[in-house]
């Protein structure tokens, strides 16, 4: 059983409105991957419910950020993919959440098999020259989720923003909203070691914020199903 208390509540929450910012593709990469699950398993609502505690989230300000996955012809593996995102999409709806979506972009990257490589010689040995494969990126997520942050600054929709991403380019934002229109922001970090690809908080985001959670393997596993 999972007990998990965050003391600043009636202090520093009292009586304010909420509005949540996740940033899906963030998520994935140093949560979703890390603990060997997916969204699916994941309890998005207690999770939210428990960084908020008792206090009001805005309506419509509960707000999940991601690319969407397209099923490419021929590719059983994207068209299941397609399928447990659109589940999990529905899953978020029940729970009102706004999903912001935009397109995953695919781009054909390439290494070049050369002495940076470790064990190249190997690669030479079997005539293999360089490596072809597909990335796919989310592109403008970020520029979304940081024009939601300061359309609701503007208009006075919350009085604190509760920031569930790692990346540094909403730093600009979260920086305006604060100085200028007096808005407090959270950050929500993680800390979860996975052998050599361990999931860090972003100390740009702990120094440039008024509230720091940083939630351990421990911590996040209360909130899968």
């Not at 989230?57 to 447990?84: A, C, H, L, N």
């Not at 979506?101 to 190249?120: F, G, H, S």
């Amino acid at each position: 059983m999972c007990v998990l208390v965050l003391f600043y509540t009636t202090i520093m929450l009292d009586k304010k409105r909420i509005a949540i910012f996740i940033d899906g593709g963030n998520f994935h990469h140093l949560v979703i991957k890390k603990l060997m699950i997916s969204e699916l398993d994941f309890n998005f609502e207690q999770f939210v419910l428990f960084l908020v505690q008792e206090e009001k989230i805005v309506d419509k300000w509960k707000r999940y950020y991601v690319g969407t996955v397209r099923e490419k012809e021929g590719d059983e593996y994207s068209k299941q993919s397609m399928s447990r995102q659109n589940k999990f999409f529905s899953e978020l709806k029940k729970e009102n959440w706004q999903l912001r979506t935009n397109k995953l972009k695919t781009r054909i990257e390439k290494i070049i098999v050369d002495a940076r490589m470790q064990n190249y010689e190997k690669l030479k040995s079997i005539n293999i020259q360089e490596i072809v494969y597909e990335r796919k990126r989310e592109k403008g997520i970020d520029v979304m989720l940081a024009i939601d942050l300061i359309v609701g600054a503007v208009e006075d929709i919350y009085d604190m923003a509760i920031i569930v991403s790692s990346d540094a380019d909403l730093l600009p934002a979260i920086e305006w909203i604060r100085k200028t229109k007096n808005k407090q922001v959270m950050y929500v970090g993680f800390s979860i070691q996975n052998n050599n690809n361990a999931s860090k908080p972003l100390y740009s985001m702990i120094v440039n914020t008024d509230i720091q959670r940083v939630l351990v393997e421990t911590d996040l596993k209360c909130f899968i199903k």
